[in-house]
């Protein structure tokens, strides 16, 4: 990478811009966009460690589209498990159906069709799909009534293993969006339309077993080595050393600690924002550092301390080191657009970790909620009030309140689902067909060739806002 005019200050990404270049990249489907880092992941996207983010339907959609989420330090180390052993049992191309019975109510229908994307309930009688239920089916009747009155008997069902284009065409033909897959008359999934077409164009983030993959975090503090081995016993493929000043001793203890007991297993550890930092943890055992401090949309530590440095230069720099040492970074927050994690890459990043933008979708983990016709879930940082308070359940009051004393994130914020864009899958065709494009442009065919390869600029905020489209006249 470099800059038409190196800067003499730091940047972040709405501050750049990069430069089209000779291209012999002749289709945006060239462009391989699996990354560098080694973990298994085919797309550039990991869902950060966040509550509110990252759980199991979270981790299954968006491994089955080639990327990674990581679950959070805080789930209890037996959830984590059960979640791990759950979404490596979830099919690599069929969605997880929602299942009632024939005599269940359309008000338990509406509170599940917003779990998950595809949009439709199987009624299942002994494991055989029996009806099929949307949400306009739910619609103008009492929430008390029986699926069998309102559902559409002997649904269209699709064989298993049937070709991708033959599904596209014949929900097409059908004029439905979403059907469930059978082997024989057994329910094994549900296939949409976009789907398959996804399926077709995307490949699954698989662990050596064809496993969906799965990561969780480890904190710094306590028997770090032991969670490490607990989170290795319950199969989870990369594991992430998590806490917000990574560049300290007891997180490099950590570091050597995880790394003991990994063996092959990748190990990632953050936060840092310097090339010493980033260093200092690849010494300690880290296959990639993760790199960030106080970019977060939930985050207050850039306002709290003064702390933290403007993103796109600490992943340049962190990057660098990093690549100097045979190793990789991953850029962690403030990406709010498709762009954001094209600069990243460029920057030179192997992976990007996103999180509250991901919050406004179906697949996070948290409730959803109805403001006047607007969906909403929420969200809240991981060095909020709030989740100190859940993460220190076990200690005595006083060491609770204490830690709250020093939170550094926000408890309570409205994420909003994109009507247009409201699964997490969704944001990721944006994402994907964005920085496919952004490859092209540099004349790259890979992640590390667009690193590479890429030219940029610095920018006025003037530049930036011509950047944005124009929804009205002005
Ligand atoms: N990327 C970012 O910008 C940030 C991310 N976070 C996220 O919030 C979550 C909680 O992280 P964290 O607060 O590290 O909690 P942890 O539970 O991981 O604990 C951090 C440990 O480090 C010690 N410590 C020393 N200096 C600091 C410091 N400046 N900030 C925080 N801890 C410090 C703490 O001791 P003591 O409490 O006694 O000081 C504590 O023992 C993580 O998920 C983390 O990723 C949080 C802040 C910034
Ligand atoms: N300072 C804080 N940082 C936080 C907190 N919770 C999460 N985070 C960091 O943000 C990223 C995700 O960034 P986003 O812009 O995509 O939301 C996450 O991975 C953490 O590093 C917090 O409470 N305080
Ligand atoms: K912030």
Redesign the pocket.
């Known amino acids: 990478m470099r800059f038409l005019q190196r800067p003499d200050h730091d940047l972040t990404y709405s501050d750049v811009f990069m430069v089209p270049a000779h291209s012999t990249v002749g289709s945006r489907l060239e462009v391989d966009l699996t990354t560098p880092d080694r973990v298994g992941t085919t797309i550039p996207v990991v869902v950060a ?2 509550t509110a983010i990252s759980g199991r339907r979270m981790a299954e959609t968006v491994a089955r589209r080639g990327g990674l989420a990581v679950l ?2 805080d789930i209890p180390v037996d959830v984590v498990a059960e979640v791990v052993s759950w979404v490596k049992h979830r099919h690599p191309v069929y969605d997880t159906p929602i299942t009632l019975s024939p005599t269940s109510t359309v008000g338990e229908a509406l509170s599940l069709l917003t779990k998950r994307a595809h949009g439709i309930v199987v009624v299942v009688e002994d494991g055989a799909p029996v009806g099929v239920v949307t949400d306009g089916q739910c619609q103008g009747v009492d929430r008390f009534t029986q699926l069998s009155e309102v559902m559409t008997r002997e649904p269209l069902t699709i064989p298993a293993g049937t070709d991708l284009p033959k599904i596209f065409d014949v929900l097409s033909g059908e004029r439905i969006s979403a059907a469930p897959v059978v082997e024989g008359d057994r329910l094994v999934g549900v296939i949409t339309r976009k789907g398959a077409l996804r399926s077709a164009i995307y490949t699954p983030a698989v662990n050596g077993d064809g496993h969906l993959l799965t990561s969780a ?1 480890v ?3 306590g028997d770090v080595a032991g969670k490490a081995r607990a989170l290795l016993a319950a199969g989870v493929d990369v594991l992430v050393v ?4 990574g560049h ?1 001793d ?2 490099v203890e950590a570091v050597r600690a995880v790394r003991s007991v990994a063996g092959a297993v990748p190990v990632v550890a ?2 840092v924002v310097t090339a010493q930092g980033t260093r200092d943890l690849v010494e300690a055992g880290a296959d990639v550092v993760k790199v ?5 949309a939930m ?1 207050t ?1 850039r306002m709290m ?1 003064g ?2 440095r403007p993103q796109f230069s600490a992943v340049e720099e962190c990057a660098a080191e990093a690549r100097s040492l045979g190793r990789h970074v991953w850029a ?2 403030g990406v709010r657009h498709p762009r954001d994690i094209a600069l990243a890459l460029a920057a030179g990043a192997a992976n990007v970790m996103v999180g509250s933008w991901f919050a406004g979708t179906y697949e996070s983990a948290g409730d959803i909620h109805d403001d006047g016709g607007r969906l909403y879930k929420e969200s809240f ?3 909020s009030a709030r ?2 308070k859940a ?1 220190t359940a076990t200690q005595s009051g006083f060491e609770r309140a204490r ?1 709250g004393l ?1 939170e ?2 926000i408890s309570s914020s409205r994420m909003y689902l994109d009507p247009q864009r409201p699964g997490v899958e969704d944001l990721i065709d944006q994402i994907v067909a964005g920085v496919r494009s952004s490859a092209t442009y540099a004349g790259a065919r890979t992640v590390d060739e667009l690193h590479e390869r890429a030219v940029l600029g610095v920018q006025s905020s003037a530049g930036y806002e011509e950047g944005r489209p124009l929804p009205t006249s002005w």
């Open positions: 460690n966040m959070p330090q975090a904190g710094i503090n998590d806490t917000a000043h300290q007891k997180a953050g936060n960030g401090v106080g970019p977060g985050c530590t301390t702390v933290g962690d927050g940082g991981m060095a989740a100190v993460r830690a020093f550094e994130g």
